[in-house]
C-alpha cells in the first residue's frame, strides 16, 4: 500500500499560461500533502505543505501567487503554476502522509514541467 | 539552517563491489535521518531510517549509522547487484518524525554486471 500517483508525468506550456498538476494517494488518506521542486543535480526543495481543507504552508522564497495548491480532499492535492515562465522549468515532485505515529512520507513519480 | 550533503556521483561499480555512499549533515538539536531511493520512473522511497544518535538503519542489504560525533550517516551495502542501480537521497527532519524534511543532492548508482 501507500501509492502515491501524480499527472501528468511530462507537460509542456506555453509562456504565460497557466498548468495544473495532480497528486493522488492512492489506497490512503493523507492528512498532510507535500510538493518540492527538483533542479537539475540539486536537492528537492519543499516548496508548500498542505492540509486537507486548509490553506497550504509555503516555504520562504515561494511565491504563493504563482503556485497555488489545493487539497480539495483527503486525496487530491493540486498545484497550479499560473501565468508559468521559462525559469518555472522544473521537476515537481509531491508527497503524502498519513500522519500519526510514523508520519512517513510517500512520493510520487514526479511531474517535468518544461515551459517554452 | 539545516542542510545535508552527500557525495556526487555517478557512482559506478561492478556487480557485487562494496558500496559507501557519504553523508554529513547539519541540523540543530537531534534530527532524524533517512536514506531514500528513486528507481527510474518511480517515486522517491525510504530505504531505511536512523533516529538517535548510534542507531543503524537497515534494510535490503543496505545499512547506514547515525554518528552524532561525526555528523554522518554513510550509506554502505556489502555486496551490490544490478538491480540497486538508482539514485539515492540522503535526508534529515529536525521536527517530529517525517515532517519537513531536508535532502541531499542525490547521488546516482550504477551497477554494471
Known amino acids: 500500500g501507500a501509492v502515491v500517483s501524480q499527472h501528468p508525468s511530462r507537460v509542456i506550456c506555453k509562456s504565460g499560461t497557466s498548468v495544473k498538476i495532480e497528486c493522488r494517494s492512492l489506497d490512503f488518506q493523507a492528512t498532510t500533502m507535500f510538493w518540492y521542486r527538483q533542479f537539475p543535480k540539486q536537492s528537492l526543495m519543499l516548496m508548500a505543505t498542505?492540509?486537507?481543507?486548509?490553506?497550504?504552508?509555503?516555504e520562504q522564497g515561494v511565491e504563493k501567487d504563482k503556485f497555488l495548491i489545493n487539497h480539495a480532499s483527503l486525496t487530491l492535492s493540486t498545484l497550479t503554476v499560473t501565468s508559468a515562465h521559462p525559469e518555472d522549468s522544473s521537476f515537481y515532485i509531491c508527497?503524502?502522509?498519513?500522519?500519526?505515529?510514523?508520519?512517513?512520507?510517500?512520493f510520487g513519480p514526479g511531474t517535468r514541467l518544461t515551459v517554452t | 539552517g539545516d542542510s545535508v550533503t552527500q557525495m556526487e556521483g555517478p557512482v559506478t561499480l561492478s556487480e557485487e563491489a562494496f558500496l559507501t555512499i557519504n553523508c554529513t549533515y547539519t541540523a540543530t538539536g537531534y534530527p532524524s535521518l533517512f536514506w531514500y531511493v528513486q528507481y527510474p520512473g518511480e517515486g522517491l522511497q525510504l530505504l531505511l531510517k536512523?533516529?538517535?544518535?548510534?542507531d543503524k538503519g537497515s534494510n535490503k542489504g543496505f545499512e547506514a549509522t547515525y554518528r552524532k560525533e561525526t555528523t554522518s550517516f554513510h550509506l554502505e551495502k556489502g555486496s551490490v547487484q544490478v538491480s540497486d542501480s538508482a539514485v539515492y537521497f540522503c535526508a534529515l527532519s529536525s521536527n517530529t518524525g517525517f515532517q519537513k524534511l531536508v535532502f541531499g543532492t542525490g547521488t546516482r548508482l550504477l551497477v554494471s554486471p
Open positions: 536512523a533516529t538517535k544518535a548510534d
Open positions: 508527497s503524502a502522509t498519513r500522519g500519526p505515529p510514523t508520519y512517513e512520507q510517500y
Open positions: 498542505s492540509n486537507e481543507g486548509s490553506k497550504a504552508t509555503y
